[in-house]
Nanobody, 124 residues
Framework: QAQLVESGGGLVQAGGSLRLSCAAS????????MGWFRRAPGKEREFVAT????????EYADSVKGRFTISRDNSKDTVYLQMNRLKPEDTAVYYC?????????????????WGQGTQVTVSS
C-alpha cells in the first residue's frame, strides 16, 4: 500500500510562488502516473495537473496552464508542483494522487492512492 505525503503549502501573496512536493512511501511509484488535484471551499475536487511515469507527458487544467509546472524525480519517489503567478482563486487544499497505470489521467476516479492534502492560501 502506497502512502503519499504532500508538503510545501502555505500562505502567499498574489503573484507569488510556491512549490508543492509529494513523497511516496510504502512502495515505489516510479512506474505510475501521478496527478495533482485541488478543492476550494464549497467546490468539488478538480484536476490541476498530471504526469506520466517517465515525465515525458504532462497535462494541465486550462486555469493553471502557463503558470504551474508538474515534474517528478523517480530516484526520490517524489512529484512536484511548481506554482507561479499565484492568484486568490488558486486558494484550495491541494492533493497528490497516484494511479496504477503508467500514463496521465485527468479524472479523479483514475487514481488509486491519495495524500491527505496541503493548504495553499493566496491573499489579494
Amino acid at each position: 500500500q502506497a502512502q503519499l505525503v504532500e508538503s510545501g503549502g502555505g500562505l502567499v501573496q498574489a503573484g507569488g510562488s510556491l512549490r508543492l512536493s509529494c513523497a511516496a512511501s510504502g512502495r515505489t511509484l516510479s512506474n505510475n502516473g501521478m496527478g495533482w488535484f485541488r478543492r476550494a471551499p464549497g467546490k468539488e475536487r478538480e484536476f490541476v495537473a498530471t504526469i506520466s511515469w517517465s515525465g515525458s507527458s504532462t497535462e494541465y487544467a486550462d486555469s493553471v496552464k502557463g503558470r504551474f509546472t508538474i515534474s517528478r524525480d523517480n530516484s526520490k519517489d517524489t512529484v512536484y508542483l511548481q506554482m507561479n503567478r499565484l492568484k486568490p482563486e488558486d486558494t484550495a487544499v491541494y492533493y497528490c494522487a497516484a494511479r496504477r497505470g503508467a500514463g496521465t489521467a485527468q479524472i479523479r476516479y483514475a487514481y488509486d492512492y491519495w495524500g491527505q492534502g496541503t493548504q495553499v492560501t493566496v491573499s489579494s
